[in-house]
């Protein structure tokens, strides 16, 4: 890739957009599923406390 | 492996969590080789220069929004037609995934379209069909935000999805029913792809390197919505047993 290409500004454009979309997409969605399956563990556990 | 077989939230979620370490290492992997390949090693177009190295990013982008739309559309008949416990977790979680690549193949097209057609953005077939899909996704996506109660957001969701689907024909073949500024199919032709072979295959391995990288973040996405649900019903039962 020629960095001092004509139109070489657009070219890091795609790349850089797809970079953060796809990227801040997979942080929410690895993030989420961290706090969700942490916060249903602790439920889960609380519940057995109380029932036992 | 059957349908049924997975219907089973715990069985689907020790199977995704024993098929994700391989999964995120193919994407990976696919990732360093389709960008070697995207940016170093295939040549600049004769017409257009560097700026089709924009293909390697917008056209896998393209593709996926459809393939995931079809996966949503798939997902919701099984829904509706078999009850299959998971099918709506599934599209419902494949929904931001590929408005994101719907995103993306507009955003990339329209860095692509202004050095090459001079414009960002035209109400060409192929380009307005794309912008529809987008609005389907948000569509989709603001029914399961909007509607509280769950089985009736899923019954909506469903038929949107379903609805919606006949879009997805017309993004692909638009470029052959309408005169366009869009330029024709030229990997999944009849004929065979018309794309020199040192610029094919790193498209092919960004296409599959996307594909995988979608295939890991649902699976992910569907362990988070079946964790989300499973604290709702804690949270319902709790309240019932007050």
């Not at chain 1, 004509?6 to 797809?18: E, M, N, P, T």
């Not at chain 2, 393209?62 to 798939?74: D, K, P, T």
Request: positive net charge.
């Amino acid at each position: 890739m020629d960095f001092a290409a004509a139109h070489a500004g657009f070219v890091i454009a795609a790349y850089g957009l797809s970079l953060v979309v796809l990227g801040g997409l997979s942080a929410h969605i690895l993030l989420r599923d961290r706090r969700l399956r942490a916060a249903a563990r602790r439920l889960d556990g609380e519940r057995g406390d109380t029932r036992a | 492996m059957t349908m049924q077989y997975l219907a089973n939230p715990t069985r689907f979620l020790r199977l995704a969590n024993a098929l994700l370490p391989y999964l995120w290492a193919l994407t990976a992997g696919l990732l360093v080789i389709g960008l070697y390949g995207a940016l170093v090693s295939s040549p600049p177009d004769y017409q257009q220069g560097e700026t089709v190295r924009i293909m390697y990013v917008h056209v896998p982008a393209a593709w996926m929004a459809l393939f995931v739309y079809s996966v949503m559309a798939l997902a919701s008949a099984a829904a509706l037609i078999f009850r299959h416990p998971l099918a709506d977790v599934a599209a419902k979680t494949a929904a931001p995934l590929g408005a994101a690549f719907c995103f993306l193949a507009l955003a990339t097209g329209s860095l692509w379209g202004k050095p090459m057609w001079g414009a960002w953005w035209v109400w060409d077939a192929r380009l307005t069909s794309m912008f529809v899909l987008m609005l389907l996704y948000l569509g989709y996506m603001a029914i399961w935000a909007a509607i509280e109660e769950p089985h009736r957001a899923a019954m909506v969701a469903r038929i949107v999805a379903l609805v919606g689907f006949i879009n997805v024909p017309i993004v692909k073949f638009s470029v052959d029913w309408w005169n366009s500024l869009h330029q024709p199919a030229s990997v999944f032709r009849m004929d065979g792809p018309t794309i020199a072979a040192p610029m094919l295959w790193p498209l092919l391995v960004m296409g599959l390197a996307y594909t995988f990288l979608f295939l890991s973040l649902h699976l992910v996405a569907m362990r988070a919505e079946i964790a989300a649900r499973k604290i709702r019903q804690i949270q319902i039962a709790e309240i019932g047993e007050r």
